[in-house]
């Protein structure tokens, strides 16, 4: 099988998609997808809060920025 990458929301989805339509099809059994579909669960949980960490930092230095011209 094809290495795959998970680099976002988008590609956790089409994956997901994926496992759906193999379980679907019988070329995938109920445990091997349930344990597909919940590490990709954790994938996403870590995509979302690395994406908020960014602009959460980004936030803050344009904030500071912002402090610092005024002052």
Known sequence: ???KR???L???RRYLGDVLNRLDSGKLDDTGAKSR???ANILAGIIKDSDIEQRLKELETR???RLKEGA
Request: hydrophobic share 45%.
């Open 63 to 65: 904030l500071e920025t």
């Open 10 to 12: 988008h590609d956790i």
């Open 37 to 39: 579909a919940y590490i």
């Open 1 to 3: 099988m094809a290495r």
């Open 6 to 8: 998970f680099g976002s």
